[in-house]
């Protein structure tokens, strides 16, 4: 079960390496960048330090185990299906893009960030599947999400002041018609 997940994580990063070569030009607002990615490094590798990923419950019921692959692989999809969909326009977080269009099509029609949304969902499904720990990961990565999506925010409602705004009224951040 481990090597499925294991497997899965790996391919699925590659491919995000990979697709980012297609990508438009972009800058990245490197000081807050910075300051959260060391936050959350700092708090992973004192984690993994501590042995908290090691020696827990790795094996499951087959109901548990089945349910986290599920989550793993919806979420993986949505967050496929939402890079694919964005195509060009994707950057990483809070970076701005030099020739900038909002994309509104695809999962962004559901939700205004679904990639992070369909990672999260893939890091539950991993937790629920493996280890319990690693909803430690997906704290991390939920708060490293929420704020980069709000510093995004804050960039479109100003790069796109006639058309983001109403995008926001009309769409949930993260779940759709709930967050």
Avoid: Q
Avoid at 99 to 125: C, K, N, Q, S, W
Wanted: charged content about 15%; glycine content about 10%.
């Amino acid at each position: 079960m481990e090597l499925v997940f294991a497997l899965g994580w790996a391919m699925f990063w590659a491919y995000w390496i990979v697709s980012a070569f297609g990508a438009k030009r972009s800058t990245v607002a490197w000081s807050s960048e910075v300051r959260i990615r060391v936050v959350i490094v700092v708090c992973a590798v004192v984690l993994v330090r501590l042995g908290v990923f090691r020696g827990g419950e790795l094996t499951t019921g087959p109901l548990r185990a089945a349910c986290g692959m599920i989550l793993f692989a919806l979420g993986l999809t949505l967050a496929i299906w939402a890079r694919v969909t964005i195509g060009r326009n994707w950057g990483g977080p809070m970076s701005r893009k030099d020739d900038l269009e909002l994309v509104t099509g695809g999962p962004y029609r559901l939700v205004r960030h679904p990639i992070y949304g369909g990672i999260l969902i893939a890091f539950v499904g991993t937790a629920i599947a493996l280890n319990w720990a690693w909803l430690i990961v997906v704290a991390l990565a939920g708060t490293y999400f929420v704020y980069s999506a709000t510093v995004e925010e804050r960039y479109l409602s100003g790069a796109l002041p006639d058309s983001y705004p109403s995008y926001r009224k009309s769409t949930k951040m993260f779940v759709p018609f709930i967050l």
